[in-house]
T-cell receptor, first 114, second 117 residues
Framework: AQSVSQHNHHVILSEAASLELGCNYS??????LFWYVQYPGQHLQLLLK??????LVKGIKGFEAEFIKSKFSFNLRKPSVQWSDTAEYFC????????????FGGGTRVLVKP | GAVVSQHPSRVICKSGTSVKIECRSL??????MFWYRQFPKKSLMLMAT?????????EQGVEKDKFLINHASLTLSTLTVTSAHPEDSSFYIC?????????????FGPGTRLTVL
C-alpha cells in the first residue's frame, strides 16, 4: 500500500518569506499527486494536482509544486507568503491504477506571522 | 468550484445510539462519494468509496456493519454510525466527484464532528 509523508508538522514564518513544504510518497507505480489546503474553519480545497506532463505544476494563489520522480517527491512552494496563507496543507497521492483512493500525508500546519 | 454540504456539522449522542450524517453535492451530480475520518492532529483516512446505486467499497479495517453507507441518488450519500461508542468520536468528512475517472476533482464537505458520550 502507498504511504505519504510530510516532513514538517508545523511551520512558522513571517510574511514575504518563502515557503517550501516537503512531501514524499512510497509507491512503485505511476501516481497522481495533489496538494490540498484547509484554511481555519473551512473545508479542504484543491491547490494543485499533477497527472502527467510538465513536472512543475502551478496552482492557485501563487503556489507551485515540483514532481521529482527519482526522489518520489512532490514539494510545494510559494516564493512570498501572506498572512492569509495560514492554513493546514495536505499532500495526497493516488495510484493511477487505483484511480479512486486518495492517501493523505499527515498535514503541515503553517502559521504566517503578519 | 462545486459545493458539498454536510449535515449536521456537529452531533453529540449517547453510547449505543445510531447517528446519520448526510453529504450532499449541491450543484453537480456526484457519481462517486467518499467518506473519510480525521483523528485529532492526524490526517484523513479513507473509510469507504460509494458509487451511486452500488454498494460501498470499504477500506481494510473499516467495519461495514458499523458504518453504513448509502448512496441512493446522485446528490446524496449518508453515513450511519450504528451503536456508536466513544471510540467512534471523530471528525467525519465526505467528498464528492463527478464521473469515475481520477482526473475529476474531489470536492470536500466541511465535515461533521461526532462526539459519543
Amino acid at each position: 500500500a502507498q504511504s505519504v509523508s510530510q516532513h514538517n508538522h508545523h511551520v512558522i514564518l513571517s510574511e514575504a518569506a518563502s515557503l517550501e513544504l516537503g512531501c514524499n510518497y512510497s509507491y512503485g507505480g505511476t501516481v497522481n499527486l495533489f496538494w490540498y489546503v484547509q484554511y481555519p474553519g473551512q473545508h479542504l480545497q484543491l491547490l494543485l494536482k499533477y497527472f502527467s506532463g510538465d513536472p512543475l505544476v502551478k496552482g492557485i494563489k501563487g503556489f507551485e509544486a515540483e514532481f521529482i520522480k527519482s526522489k518520489f517527491s512532490f514539494n510545494l512552494r510559494k516564493p512570498s507568503v501572506q498572512w492569509s496563507d495560514t492554513a493546514e496543507y495536505f499532500c495526497a497521492v493516488t495510484p493511477r491504477a487505483a484511480g479512486n483512493k486518495l492517501t493523505f500525508g499527515g498535514g503541515t500546519r503553517v502559521l504566517v506571522k503578519p | 468550484g462545486a459545493v458539498v454540504s454536510q449535515h449536521p456539522s456537529r452531533v453529540i449522542c449517547k453510547s449505543g445510539t445510531s447517528v446519520k450524517i448526510e453529504c450532499r453535492s449541491l450543484d453537480f451530480q456526484a457519481t462517486t462519494m467518499f467518506w473519510y475520518r480525521q483523528f485529532p492532529k492526524k490526517s484523513l483516512m479513507l473509510m469507504a468509496t460509494s458509487n451511486e446505486g452500488s454498494k460501498a467499497t470499504y477500506e481494510q479495517g473499516v467495519e461495514k456493519d458499523k458504518f453504513l453507507i448509502n448512496h441512493a441518488s446522485l446528490t446524496l450519500s449518508t453515513l450511519t454510525v450504528t451503536s456508536a461508542h466513544p471510540e467512534d468520536s471523530s471528525f467525519y468528512i465526505c467528498s464528492a466527484r463527478w464521473g469515475l475517472v481520477a482526473y475529476n476533482e474531489q470536492f470536500f464537505g466541511p465535515g461533521t464532528r461526532l462526539t459519543v458520550l
